[in-house]
Each structure stands twice: as structure tokens, then as C-alpha cells.
């Protein structure tokens, strides 16, 4: 998505740098500053963000404690190291067009090769979040096929299946971009103009619209089903099962984060086949150009709204912190926070003489508790269930 938005501009800048007509980036500077000021302040912030919170959150979601019968963490765990590549990619991308700064649009292979590698953690990380969304759905509606199709195995398969398929329709951009090297510019020929404006709109329309709409349908379906259960029987809100360390909570802000961030990017790109920048000309005729005071408010939203999508791959940490109490736990003590363990926290350390069991079968709870008259060597527990206000006694069980 971000990569995308900016080939209209670079095809313009490329095609009319004659010497006598300023860049885009000089355009930008003296006629909108702001556009240049958006992408130079806030895209650094989002950097530091993200590439601190999610190899943590990769680090966390992957052990072996969180992934152990949970496929949820493996797709977010995945989606984590997506978004550190993405950052990664984008840092380069924004050294040339905000900066100025060449890179890979002077050397030949890297402007094809780079312009497919930054597409493929854009296509890859809706697909993923609608991946276990749909996951969330068998578990939550359907759950009794729920321990076919929610397993680790599985996740891992889905996970290597997407990536492949990112790769096939992100491998089209090396026909797409070319290097010039008599202008020393990447940018794609006029024979591929119309092709690469045709596949652009559909990919985008289909992976950054049709997507997440998919994904809006699918929580509206999933939180349906959570109140009917919680009404009919009340049960709790968390659903476990698929991913049984992971909350429906944390995985339905997710998914409605990335809503958020996407159709409003979708919408800013359908926009710019209808506004366009007027003739090149000096920097006056230009400032008093109608159609130039149109294109750079435009210009001005749409990098506002990219920063805005540019968001989603630095800031799924804090949704992570917020909502998953496993995932505070971990990172509380992955970074030694002892200080910050709230008492809560502390009163659920198991005491020797209460064993508690969470199952993932309706959320039942199940107490061992010690009976008291034990015999030496043997001792007794009672096994209490929450489960309709049931109690069963089972003496002499060995403990666990």
C-alpha cells in the first residue's frame, strides 16, 4: 500500500525531468512542506516503535509456552516478523522519496527487486489477519470441528501457503519496474503504463478493500455468536480453544485495527486516478494553478492517511499489552518489570495445598483442594467443579 502510492508521482518525476521542471520532492518542499515534514517526522516515530515492540512481541508470541496448542500464536508471531521487514523495507523506501536520498533506484536489479520484496509483507499481513480471524470463527461458531482445523500444524501450513501466494502476485512488480540507466531512474516503462495501472487497482481493490471487508463480516459474525453464548448460558466472554493463551478480545482489536488503517488508505488510492497534478512549470505558475492546489491538499490527506496505515505495522504491541493478560505476564518478565507485577498478578502463583485446572472445554474451572484427613503418604483432595454449581468428591487422588 505504501509502495504503490508513490508510482504515480515517481512515473510524473521521471518522465518530465528535463532539467528545467523541478522534482517532486522540490515541489513538495517549497509548494506543500508539509507533506515533506509528515513523512520526516512522523514515519521515524512509528520506526523506533516498531522496530522495538515487535521482535519483542515475535520473541514472545513464538516460545515455545505461547505456541504450545495455541495456532493463534503463530500467526501473530508470523505477523510480527511481517511488520519488522516491512519497517525495514520502508526505511530505504523513505531515504529516497522524502529525503532524497538514492538507493535503490540507482542500481540495476535492486529497482526491480526491491519494488517486489517491499510488496510482499503488504499483501501478506491482511491475509494473515484474515487467516486467523477465519480460525476464530470455527472456534467460536463451530467449535466442536474446532480441534480438525485450529492446530499448530495447521497455522504453520496456512502461514507457508500465504507467504507463497504474497510472492507469486508481489513477483509481477519485476515486469512492472524497470532501471534506466541513460536517466538513472526506476520507474516503469510506457509500454507497462496501462498494465501496471490495471494490476495496481486490482490488487490494491482486492487485498486492501475486499479483505478487510471480509474481516469486518466474519467479528460481526464472531461477536454475534459470543452473545447469544454469553446470554443463553453465561459463560465468559474469553473463548478458548484455538490458540487458549490467546483472547477473542486481543484477536478482534487486531482485525478491527487493520480496518482502520486500510479502507481509509484504499479509498485515498482510488482517488488518485480522478486527481491529478496540473502541467509542469516554474514554481510560481505552478503555486497558482488550480489543479496543483488541488493535487498537493490531496497529497497532503493521503500521506496523512498512509501514516496512518504505516501505523498498523509499529503499534499491534500495544493492543498485544493491552488485552492479553498471558502476553503482559511475558513481557513483564522478559523485561524483569517485578516492580510493576500488580498484586492480581501475585495471588495467582498456585499455593501447595489448592491445585487449579482451566480447561478448555466451556471454561470450566476445577479445584483439587486438600481435604484435610490424609493419610500418611496418601493424601486426599476434593475435586470441585464450577459447572452448574456441580461438586464431586474423589477421595484418595493423588495430587498433581
Same mark, same amino acid.
Given at each position: 500500500?505504501?509502495?504503490?502510492?508513490?508510482?504515480?508521482?515517481? #512515473?510524473?518525476?521521471?518522465?518530465?525531468? #528535463?532539467?528545467?521542471?523541478?522534482?517532486?520532492?522540490? !515541489? @513538495?518542499?517549497?509548494?506543500?512542506?508539509?507533506?515533506? &515534514?509528515?513523512?520526516?517526522?512522523?514515519?521515524?516515530?512509528?520506526?523506533?516503535?516498531?522496530?522495538?515492540?515487535?521482535?519483542?512481541?515475535?520473541?514472545?508470541?513464538?516460545?515455545?509456552?505461547?505456541?504450545?496448542?495455541? #495456532?493463534?500464536?503463530?500467526?501473530?508471531?508470523?505477523?510480527?516478523?511481517?511488520?519488522?521487514?516491512?519497517?525495514?523495507?520502508?526505511? !530505504?523506501? %523513505?531515504?529516497?522519496?522524502?529525503?532524497?536520498?538514492?538507493?535503490?533506484?540507482?542500481?540495476?536489479?535492486?529497482?526491480?527487486?526491491?519494488?517486489?520484496?517491499?510488496?510482499?509483507?503488504?499483501?501478506?499481513?491482511?491475509?494473515?489477519?484474515?487467516?486467523?480471524?477465519?480460525?476464530?470463527?470455527?472456534?467460536?461458531?463451530?467449535?466442536?470441528?474446532? %480441534?480438525?482445523?485450529?492446530?499448530?500444524?495447521?497455522?504453520?501450513?496456512?502461514?507457508?501457503?500465504?507467504?507463497?501466494?504474497?510472492?507469486?502476485?508481489?513477483?509481477?512488480?519485476?515486469?512492472?519496474?524497470?532501471?534506466?540507466?541513460?536517466?538513472?531512474?526506476?520507474?516503469?516503462?510506457?509500454?507497462?503504463?496501462?498494465?501496471?495501472?490495471?494490476?495496481?487497482?486490482?490488487?490494491?481493490? !482486492?487485498? @486492501?478493500? @475486499?479483505?478487510?471487508?471480509?474481516?469486518?463480516?466474519?467479528?460481526?459474525?464472531?461477536?454475534?455468536?459470543?452473545?447469544? &453464548?454469553?446470554?443463553?448460558?453465561?459463560?465468559?466472554?474469553?473463548?478458548?480453544?484455538?490458540?487458549?493463551?490467546?483472547?477473542?478480545?486481543?484477536?478482534?482489536?487486531?482485525?478491527?485495527?487493520?480496518?482502520?488503517? =486500510?479502507?481509509?488508505?484504499?479509498?485515498?488510492?482510488?482517488?488518485?486516478?480522478?486527481?491529478?497534478?496540473?502541467?509542469?512549470?516554474?514554481?510560481?505558475?505552478?503555486?497558482?494553478?488550480?489543479?496543483?492546489?488541488?493535487? =498537493?491538499?490531496?497529497?497532503?490527506?493521503? /500521506?496523512?492517511?498512509? %501514516?496512518?496505515?504505516?501505523?498498523?505495522?509499529?503499534? *499491534?504491541?500495544?493492543? *498485544? *499489552?493491552?488485552?492479553?493478560?498471558?502476553?503482559? /505476564?511475558?513481557?513483564?518478565?522478559?523485561?524483569?518489570?517485578?516492580?510493576?507485577?500488580?498484586?492480581?498478578?501475585?495471588?495467582?502463583?498456585?499455593?501447595?495445598?489448592?491445585?487449579?485446572?482451566?480447561?478448555?472445554?466451556?471454561?470450566?474451572?476445577?479445584?483439587?483442594?486438600?481435604?484435610?484427613?490424609?493419610?500418611?503418604?496418601?493424601?486426599?483432595?476434593?475435586?470441585?467443579?464450577?459447572?452448574?454449581?456441580?461438586?464431586?468428591?474423589?477421595?484418595?487422588?493423588?495430587?498433581?
Amino acid at each position: 500500500m505504501e509502495n504503490s502510492t508513490l508510482t504515480d508521482g515517481t #512515473s510524473s518525476d521521471t518522465m518530465n525531468n #528535463s532539467g528545467l521542471n523541478p522534482g517532486y520532492l522540490d !515541489i @513538495f518542499n517549497n509548494l506543500a512542506p508539509q507533506i515533506s &515534514i509528515i513523512d520526516r517526522v512522523i514515519s521515524p516515530i512509528f520506526y523506533v516503535i516498531g522496530l522495538t515492540a515487535n521482535p519483542i512481541t515475535t520473541k514472545i508470541w513464538l516460545s515455545r509456552k505461547m505456541r504450545k496448542n495455541n #495456532s493463534s500464536a503463530i500467526y501473530v508471531g508470523v505477523l510480527s516478523i511481517v511488520h519488522t521487514v516491512f519497517l525495514l523495507l520502508h526505511i !530505504i523506501q %523513505e531515504l529516497n522519496y522524502a529525503w532524497g536520498v538514492t538507493s535503490y533506484t540507482r542500481m540495476a536489479v535492486m529497482c526491480e527487486v526491491f519494488n517486489m520484496a517491499i510488496y510482499v509483507p503488504q499483501y501478506y499481513a491482511p491475509l494473515l489477519v484474515l487467516a486467523f480471524t477465519v480460525e476464530r470463527y470455527i472456534a467460536v461458531n463451530h467449535p466442536f470441528v474446532k %480441534e480438525r482445523f485450529c492446530t499448530v500444524r495447521r497455522a504453520i501450513y496456512v502461514s507457508i501457503g500465504l507467504l507463497i501466494f504474497s510472492l507469486q502476485i508481489a513477483s509481477l512488480q519485476t515486469y512492472i519496474w524497470r532501471y534506466h540507466p541513460e536517466e538513472g531512474q526506476c520507474y516503469p516503462p510506457e509500454e507497462v503504463v496501462d498494465f501496471e495501472r490495471i494490476w495496481t487497482l486490482t490488487t490494491e481493490l !482486492i487485498l @486492501f478493500m @475486499f479483505v478487510p471487508v471480509c474481516v469486518l463480516v466474519v467479528n460481526i459474525l464472531v461477536i454475534r455468536e459470543i452473545r447469544r &453464548i454469553t446470554y443463553q448460558s453465561a459463560l465468559p466472554h474469553q473463548t478458548r480453544g484455538c490458540g487458549g493463551h490467546t483472547s477473542t478480545i486481543t484477536l478482534l482489536s487486531v482485525s478491527f485495527y487493520l480496518i482502520c488503517t =486500510l479502507l481509509p488508505a484504499s479509498i485515498v488510492f482510488a482517488l488518485q486516478g480522478i486527481i491529478k497534478p496540473g502541467e509542469m512549470a516554474d514554481l510560481d505558475t505552478m503555486a497558482a494553478d488550480p489543479d496543483w492546489k488541488r493535487y =498537493l491538499q490531496y497529497m497532503t490527506i493521503r /500521506k496523512i492517511v498512509e %501514516e496512518m496505515c504505516l501505523s498498523n505495522y509499529s503499534c *499491534y504491541f500495544f493492543i *498485544y *499489552y493491552i488485552t492479553g493478560e498471558s502476553f503482559r /505476564k511475558e513481557v513483564r518478565k522478559l523485561c524483569c518489570w517485578k516492580l510493576f507485577t500488580s498484586e492480581k498478578d501475585k495471588n495467582t502463583v498456585t499455593s501447595k495445598s489448592e491445585y487449579t485446572l482451566v480447561t478448555t472445554d466451556n471454561a470450566n474451572i476445577i479445584k483439587l483442594e486438600k481435604t484435610g484427613n490424609s493419610v500418611p503418604g496418601k493424601p486426599e483432595y476434593a475435586l470441585v467443579t464450577r459447572d452448574n454449581m456441580h461438586t464431586n468428591k474423589y477421595e484418595k487422588s493423588t495430587a498433581m
